[in-house]
């Protein structure tokens, strides 16, 4: 028998594992804009409206705990750090190489991010959550199409500038 098709998690073990992780998402995205604030200016606005795309997921997931009467599972800030903390010696992005190894790692956090929400839906056995759920998945998979064709376009940049 395969784990993956014979997992199926409660509502609440969804909407607390999804709640949790958008908050670190979200989290992780603001880091991100600031941390680009100084040198580049147009990362950090696609960062920020990354992380205004995590506050509207989180406001879904609020929706859909109400609807199912499970608002506790949402309601709290998760206390784990985020699973994408990165050890760098720099908050603030310095250079251009530097962004260019930032935005890769956030192309991988965000393909890490998609997977998550699509091993969600694939172990939801509640109706309710399915279309959020759904959503989310698609959405991710968005985010990871933007940051990979705005990684490229960086990554040409960083090769132009240095020949």
Known sequence: MDMT????????????LAHAHEAAELQRYRRLALSFLPHALQTSRLMATLGLQSEKRLDMLRQAARCLE????????????????????????????MGDQIIEQAVRAAVESKNFFDWLLDTNATPELHQPLLNFAREKEGECRVLIEFWEQHRAYVMAQRA
């Not at 014979?6 to 607390?16: A, D, F, G, K, V």
């Not at 990165?86 to 992005?93: P, S």
């Open 70 to 97: 499970l608002e506790a599972c949402v309601s709290e800030r998760p206390m784990c750090a985020s699973d994408f903390a990165v050890d760098q010696r720099h908050f603030f992005v310095i250079d251009d190489i």
């Open 5 to 16: 098709t014979s997992l199926l998690l409660l509502p609440h073990e969804q909407l607390t």
